[in-house]
């Protein structure tokens, strides 16, 4: 007989810090001034789950969204972006939505809500010719709440990982992404919002009032 459950990760690693990552930054700068939400429907939410089937695991490379997934998504999206302006503290957050977030509690509750949809419990694992393992198995469940019991775990492995620590929100001009610092010097998530924010500085040098050559 066929096992209904499914084998799940339980510690940090780079692939749940992009997941965690990339779910937050489906908010971005759209060029004039404004945000562009990168989630806007279901069609939207169901491209983004297949294209990281690999990551997400099982079958998500046939996930299908509809209203309400995308509904709950978004909602975890918040609750993820939230913590992230935690996170970055005492440094400001993305000025995407600063002013929007849910307090902490709220998205925290959020958070660990939807991580424990999907009951989960420790199980060992022996196959013939081989060391016994422990791994840790989710029981079977529909595919949303594996969506997003797996997107909220990806979040809380990430903020309470070693990567939590190098979490920063770019202060360039017109870009309003989260990223991971590589280098105490990297103050930008690329080097073209690096290349922005010189621009910027040089152009309200030259025109403030007062300034030689104005």
Known sequence: MASRHLTIRRRYTPHVAHLALD????????GHGGVRDELPDPAALTTWVRQRHDVLGQDF????????????????????RSLFARAVLPGPP???DAGRLPPAPEALAVL????????VAPHLDWPDGRRPRAVTR???AGRTPRLLAALA???IEF????GAERLRACPAPRCVRYFLREHSRQQWCKPSCGNRARVHRHYHARTEPGTPGT
Do not use: C, W, Y
């Open 112 to 119: 660990n809500d939807a991580a424990a949809a999907v009951p």
């Open 138 to 140: 989710a029981a079977a």
């Open 159 to 162: 903020l309470g990982g070693p």
């Open 61 to 80: 490379d046939r996930f299908t969204a509809d209203e309400q997934t995308h509904g709950q998504v978004l909602a975890l999206r918040t609750a993820v």
């Open 23 to 30: 779910l937050a930054n489906t908010i971005v700068h759209d």
């Open 153 to 155: 775990g990806a979040g």
């Open 94 to 96: 993305s000025k995407a």
